[in-house]
């Protein structure tokens, strides 16, 4: 059984590179948890320490942009609230049970126990938070340049514009349009 709960963490994008005595070690500074269908793990805007990983059963995040009533159930080897465990944060997504669920929680202070205890845990895990935010950079600056090459692509209009859209047009529109946009962040 620990060595499966040691795959589940080894195949984590955040403990890649650890040994498996770190990642047994990571292990035993965790605590078993268990949910009953609908109890949440995280609550969206709420501070917390703990990241859970799902060892069994199935969770839902609730409020997931761009669906109707939540995500598609996800089950064992789900990491949630990765950040918490690291830092302090509040829950960027609401995660509720659909099934019962069997999590291994991760609390932030009994991981900073483990890491001053193996330095290197602390060095490996910066060291795949910095690669994975590197790749997040360059995504977001490939992202930019295709929207600046659609920009600037050649615009060959198959049709006249409607009435609505010359207005759409206008300074006038616009500036109205970019306050309120301003004013809803």
């Known amino acids: 059984m620990l060595d499966s709960h040691i795959e589940l963490l080894r195949a984590l994008p955040i403990f890649k590179g650890l040994g498996e005595k770190q990642l047994a070690a990571i292990l035993d500074a965790g605590k078993k948890v ?4 609908g109890q949440i793990l ?3 805007d709420v501070a917390g320490d703990c990241a859970f990983l799902v060892l069994s059963g199935s969770v839902r995040c609730r409020g997931f942009p761009g669906m109707a009533t939540g995500s598609e159930p996800i089950g064992p080897g789900t990491f949630i ?3 918490a ?3 302090e944060t509040v829950y960027p997504l609401t995660v ?3 099934e019962r669920v069997r999590a291994l929680a991760l609390r932030r202070a009994r991981l900073t126990r ?3 205890r193996d330095p290197g845990i602390a060095r490996q895990l910066a060291d795949n938070l910095l ?4 790749s997040f950079a360059h995504d977001l600056r490939n992202f930019e340049l295709l929207l600046e090459q659609k920009e600037n692509a050649p615009q060959t209009p198959t049709r006249a514009p409607t009435e609505a859209e010359l207005a759409a047009q206008s300074p006038a529109f616009n500036a109205g349009r970019t306050r309120q ?3 809803e962040y």
């Open 181 to 183: 946009f301003i004013g």
């Open 42 to 44: 995280t609550r969206k």
């Open 114 to 116: 483990v890491m001053q």
């Open 81 to 83: 609230g990765e950040m």
């Open 131 to 134: 690669l994975r935010l590197r």
């Open 96 to 98: 509720e049970a659909s």
């Open 34 to 37: 268990y949910f009953e269908p």
């Open 85 to 87: 465990m690291l830092v």
